[in-house]
């Protein structure tokens, strides 16, 4: 008991200032932007400062902390499962699949499948494929080998890039351009029911993971570690990857690509706060969510009216801080 005082204690630190950093999210990041904001007429339904606050502005900064907390707690997950410090939804091919599943959509024109539009369900299929496919590849008999899985990720994602490629290759050039802006990551809202829906389903599935924490720290130090101390690994392997897939392969469909959240925010996270997940997960989802939804703030209005890809902001604000990251540990990133 008095060693789950100090983590209980730290566990309340950290969701008082991730719950206070999301709500001044949500009430100034709205009011930056391009166009100037009357919030008096906002509020009185008077366009067009209604639209552009509540259909444009705000479901997009929703869309950009639902989004980077998830990405930045399924790169938690999946570096504690496959414990190797460089693994994310992009190494393991989950997030190569849905882009792949989205272009091929694009380059066939398929605007719509079963009803729902056709990126989105091309993409969140793609992630699917992608999932399984690496792990029938590293399923031994009753074991699944982590090695092997990363391979396999590197693998998958190396093919669905060629993919990719040839696609552009012999698309027209119109589907080509959106192609690519859609690679670029955006956190465009183009149809607020399925934010709320998508988003829901993020928030459960990383609670679930949440409730799990204990057997994450099991995992993490090892299969027979944890098994020896009555966790069944293979079904928590399963079970965890499918998990944070679901995650990765869900907002993948609704925002593109967009890298370096779900590797460098966990990392920075677990230096700070230790490798424990009961407070990683949520110390993660909060910083994850601050994070892009910053980067987005910051994607539509440092060019404006110019829009920057928010994939192209993340990447150019993580690689320099990973790079220092790694130059200034000189020991190992997996604690």
Not at 19 to 39: F, I
Not at 111 to 139: K, Q, R
Not at 168 to 177: G, K, N, P, Q, V
């Amino acid at each position: 008991m008095p060693t789950e005082a100090p983590e209980r204690q730290r566990l309340l630190r950290v969701v008082a200032y991730g719950v206070a950093a999301v709500a001044g999210c949500l009430m100034l990041l709205p009011l930056v932007g391009p166009t100037d904001l009357d919030l008096v007429r906002a509020f009185q339904r008077l366009q067009p400062d209604a639209e552009i606050l509540f259909h444009l502005r705000l479901p997009r900064v929703v869309l950009g902390l639902v989004a980077g907390g998830g990405l930045a707690v399924a790169g938690s997950l999946f570096q504690a499962l496959v414990r190797d410090a460089l693994a994310d939804p992009y190494v393991l091919g989950v997030a190569g699949g849905a882009a792949a599943g989205a272009v091929i959509a694009i380059a066939c024109g398929w605007a719509e499948l079963a009803g729902y539009p056709g990126i989105s369900v091309a993409a969140f299929l793609g992630a699917g494929l992608a999932l399984l496919l690496v792990l029938g590849i590293a399923t031994q008999g009753d074991r699944i080998s982590s090695f092997t899985l990363l391979l396999a990720g590197i693998t998958v994602n190396s093919f669905c890039a060629a993919l990719i490629l040839f696609l552009h290759s012999i698309a027209e050039a119109s589907r080509t351009f959106a192609a690519m802006r859609w690679l670029m990551g955006s956190l465009e809202v183009l149809d607020i029911q399925r934010l709320w829906w998508s988003s829901s389903i993020v928030l459960a599935t990383v609670g679930y993971l949440w409730r799990h924490a204990r057997q994450w720290n099991l995992l993490a130090v090892g299969s027979e570690w944890a098994e020896a101390r009555g966790v069944p690994s293979r079904r928590l392997l399963i079970t965890g990857f499918v998990a944070a897939s679901l995650i990765t392969g869900l907002l993948t469909s609704l925002t593109g690509p967009i890298a370096f959240v779900g590797l460098m925010v966990p990392h920075a996270l677990r230096l700070r706060l230790g490798a424990d997940h009961r407070v990683l997960i949520p110390a993660c989802f909060f910083a994850g969510a601050v994070f892009l939804a910053v980067s987005d703030t910051l994607a539509r209005t440092v060019l404006a009216p110019v829009e920057i890809p928010v994939g192209v902001v993340t990447a150019m604000m993580g690689a320099p801080y990973f790079i220092w990251l790694l130059r200034s540990r000189k020991r190992s990133l997996w604690l």
